[in-house]
């Protein structure tokens, strides 16, 4: 039987070391569906799972893949889907769902060029805001973007540890670029990497209420079968998991909801700094266009600018606040993503009187270097 | 408030409820709380513990069962049941799992499911209510309304054909269909019972009324429907699943048509995929 973790050096893509951080983990159940550029991460589950005792299914769509997941989460496990734009659209009523019964699970996707079914080849960033918003109603998401397929084996471990943590689905929004990218990939030894799961519940089963707040706002989850005969709707909701009608359960569940996320924002937010203590222009970056911001970085600073990257690990929720610090000292915010401008608006949002641009893309490619340096160059002539 | 002991003995199927929860939003003459209580009925039978079982309903007012009884349950989005049933069956095989929602649910936003998991002989237990309508959005035209009947959306009468589903059940792979009306209670919980007990993909289709949105349209009062599936009915075990569309004027057919062994789909999962020193069968068998 091949070990769940296959300590060593690799050579693989950004898919496959998806695969292989969320077997590291503890995933043991993937439902999906096949779509370019994720089907590689679908493949390589379909491999992996069954030799470490956990469970490969492909669905009829992703609708079905999404609502499979969530499933066999509440049998006390982790799990986890892969798609790209076109199914990322269908799973989004039960991404809602996923949410408000606040079942742990893990989606990925590896974005292509949209609207609609676009580029399938070819890498975008698209779908930033519809990771946020694209389920109806109001909420808070955490969703995450890798760089390399390094990041794409270690944060697929973070998006696991944050879900199980938090009660909810988490978002790796890679793209078609990273996805298909190969590069090397480090993977530590099993007892070097820290795994998280739910808290379970303890004390009498029949007073348990499984969405009564606990540590960090985040009630135990008991899995079916334990005897705490637990009734989850996506009804409005009151703390039994009872559905009421009413406003006053209706906002309870929400600050519930919303609170979890928002009063632990320091504990959910990565970001990475480079050269942005002297810096006058601060690039804004995630996946891979933090890579071409990387490079206008080093090209600005030979030109004598002072640029400097504040790059976005957790995209959602956004680092606001260290948006509003940087604000106080910079001359100007450049968002480098491949879209027409969708995080640029949360920089632009939070920048206050400090001007902001986008260094932006249709799709397909990434933006180029000398598009970011361009903008640079004018903003500090 | 005392406790009103003349009230005798508790409810049989007590345990089961979520009294907690009760009144239950169903209308007065409907059909689903008959439904209902053969499902609680059949499991009470099995005498399997409760915790061996979950039940998972989409959207509907027949959606609305898994609210009611006091198991682990999951009322999901519309259409949505048998995937999320799926997913419980494929990581918890153990489990049993029962699927009870409505015709609607089950057979126009979420037909591509049930075929899908027939096909694969998924494990799980599938209860349709079939009111001919949706009840719960007030009673407009569905996949199983009669031709020529009226709906909400249909003012004129329905212009479609509605669906055999034991049919479609039986042509997509399922291995034990039966069909019921919510006035053979005892007929219908004995055949739940049997579903549940057996591996594979069972569908067991129940007619009920929906007097509020259904029967009113159509001029038929609930006793009127009720004696239609008394006298309009014929049992028939092992009938062919072509021979049984929805026409009482006909005479509509109940009864066990189809009872197939076959591999489910997690059996064959686990003996292709799992490594051979994984599986109870082989460890048991050295
Ligand atoms: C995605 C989506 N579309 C539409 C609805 C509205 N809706 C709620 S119940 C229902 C029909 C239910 O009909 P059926 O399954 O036959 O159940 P019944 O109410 O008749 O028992 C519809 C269309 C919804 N909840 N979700
Ligand atoms: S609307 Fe129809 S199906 Fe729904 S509870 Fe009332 S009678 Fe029953």
């Known amino acids: 039987m091949k070990p769940q973790v296959l300590t060593g050096e690799h050579f693989i893509n950004g898919d496959e070391a998806c695969a292989e951080g969320a077997i590291a983990a503890g995933c043991r159940f993937f439902g999906g569906y096949p779509i370019t550029p994720a089907t590689e991460v679908a493949e390589q589950m379909s491999v992996r799972l069954p030799h470490v005792g956990g469970t490969f299914i492909q669905m009829e769509d992703e609708i079905a893949a999404m609502t499979s997941i969530l499933g066999a989460a509440w049998t006390g496990i982790k799990t986890m889907t892969a798609t790209s734009g076109p199914g990322f659209s269908l799973m989004m009523e039960t991404v809602g769902l996923a949410i408000v019964t606040e079942t742990p699970c893990v989606v990925v996707n590896v974005q292509r060029a949209g609207p609609s079914t676009g580029l399938p080849t070819q890498g975008a960033q698209g779908d930033m805001m519809q990771v946020r918003w694209g389920s109806h109603g109001d909420y808070e998401v955490i969703a995450l973007a890798p760089s390399s397929p390094q990041e794409m084996f270690d944060l697929t471990i973070t998006a696991f540890n944050l879900s199980e943590k938090y009660r909810t689905p988490v978002f790796i929004m890679s793209d078609e670029i990273v996805g298909h990218m190969s590069e090397k990939v480090v993977i530590p030894e099993a007892r070097k990497i820290r795994t998280v799961s739910r808290v379970k519940p303890a004390g009498r089963k029949d007073r348990f209420k499984p969405y009564q707040p606990g540590l960090l706002g985040v009630a135990p989850m008991p899995a079916i079968g334990d005897g705490y005969n637990v009734h989850v709707t996506g009804l409005t909701h009151d703390e039994k998991g009872y559905p009421v009608m009413s406003v006053d359960t209706q906002k309870e569940m929400m600050d519930r909801l919303l609170g979890k996320i928002r009063n632990n924002l320091d504990d959910i937010i990565l970001t990475e700094d480079y050269r942005l203590e002297d810096a006058d222009v601060v690039l804004v970056s995630y996946g891979v266009s933090a890579r071409t911001a990387y490079t206008a970085v080093e090209e600005a600073r030979e030109m004598g600018l002072r640029v400097g990257l504040l790059r976005l690990i957790t995209v959602w929720p956004f680092p606001e606040q260290r948006i509003r610090e940087l604000a106080k000292r910079v001359k100007a915010f450049i968002t480098v993503e491949i879209n027409m401008g969708q995080i640029s608006r949360e920089v632009e949002r939070c920048a206050g009187t400090v001007p902001g641009f986008t260094a932006g893309h249709h799709g397909g490619a990434v933006v180029p270097p000398d598009d970011v340096l361009k903008i640079a160059k004018e903003v500090l002539a | ?286």
């Not at chain 2, 499902?39 to 007012?61: D, E, H, R, W």
């Not at chain 2, 996949?143 to 249909?154: D, E, G, Q, V, Y």
């Not at chain 2, 075990?237 to 066990?256: C, M, Q, R, W, Y």
């Open chain 2, 1 to 286: 408030m005392k406790h009103d002991e003349t009230a005798g003995m508790a409810h049989p199927l007590e345990d089961l409820v979520r009294m907690d929860r009760i009144p239950h939003i169903w209308c007065p003459g409907c059909g689903i709380g008959s439904v209902f209580t053969s499902c609680l009925t059949a499991v009470k039978q099995t005498n399997i513990p409760y915790n061996q079982f979950t039940m998972v309903s989409g959207i509907g007012c027949s959606g609305r069962g898994a609210g009611y009884i006091n198991i682990d349950s999951f009322h999901t989005t519309h259409g949505r049941a048998i995937p999320f049933a799926s997913g419980i069956k494929m990581a918890r095989p153990d489990l049993n799992v029962i699927v009870f929602s409505g015709d609607g649910d089950l057979f126009a936003i979420g037909g591509n499911h049930f075929i899908h998991a027939a096909r694969r002989n998924m494990d799980l237990t599938v209860i349709c209510v079939n009111n001919l309508t949706y009840g719960m959005t007030g009673g407009q035209v569905a996949a199983t309304t009669p031709f020529k009947a009226r709906s909400s959306t249909t003012a004129l009468g329905n212009p479609d054909t509605p669906f055999n589903l034991p049919l479609l059940a039986y042509a997509s792979g399922a291995t034990y269909v039966a069909r019921w009306t919510m006035l053979h209670a005892r007929d219908l919980a004995d055949c739940i019972q049997e579903a549940i007990l057996r591996r594979g993909f069972s569908f067991i289709e129940v007619l009920s009324p929906c007097p509020i949105n259904y029967g009113r349209r159509n001029r038929e009062k609930t006793l009127e429907t009720l004696k239609k599936y008394h006298d309009n009915t014929i049992v028939k075990n092992g009938a062919s699943p072509t021979e049984l569309e929805v026409d009482f004027n006909k005479g509509v057919i109940l009864g066990k048509f189809i009872d197939i062994e076959k591999p489910t789909c997690d059996e064959v999962y686990r003996r292709m995929y799992r490594p051979p020193e994984e599986t109870t069968e082989n460890r048991k068998s050295r």
